[in-house]
């Protein structure tokens, strides 16, 4: 958050971000790296899979079709893709969960065109648990709505109470 030209955290708006902090100052800098190294790994592991092939990363594939030895690429940028926008709209939930749901439907759709596995009950496996994943999602919403009707109907029945304690009082 950017307040009065001071930087704080957006989920605890009172500790301030001072840059000037030397600590602050490492924490910053090892995020970065960090951030930078994933980045660098990720883009390493790419071009090894396409130099290397399917004997190079047979470990990574073993359960897979061999056309498919690339696939744990494709659940790794899911996760990561889910993990990201779980974070970027934390604040609000509900485009975070459209979002998420989206990235489901295209994942259960990929897979079932795709089919890497051999085995066709691992095939199963995983959409069952994309399915339930997405599932999952939308119970939250439900829970999440529920909770704010909840909220609504007991801040009116607060407000009812308060203007007959006024009118007894």
Known sequence: LNLDGKFYMDREPATECNTADPYYATVRTLSWAGLFMYAALFISLIVAMVRGGARRFHFLADKMHPKFFWWELVLLVRKVIIMVSAL?????????????????????????????????????????????????????MVFKVQSMNMEIEDSAELADTMRQDGQTG
Not at 101 to 130: G, M, Q, T
Request: hydrophobic share 50%; net charge negative.
């Open 88 to 140: 970027l709209w934390s604040e609000t939930p509900e485009q975070g969960w459209f979002f998420c749901s989206f990235v489901l439907v295209i994942a259960i759709s990929l897979h079932s065109y795709a089919r890497p596995f051999k085995d066709d009950w691992l095939n199963l496996c995983e959409y069952c648990s994309l399915f339930s994943t997405l599932l999952l999602f939308m119970a939250g």
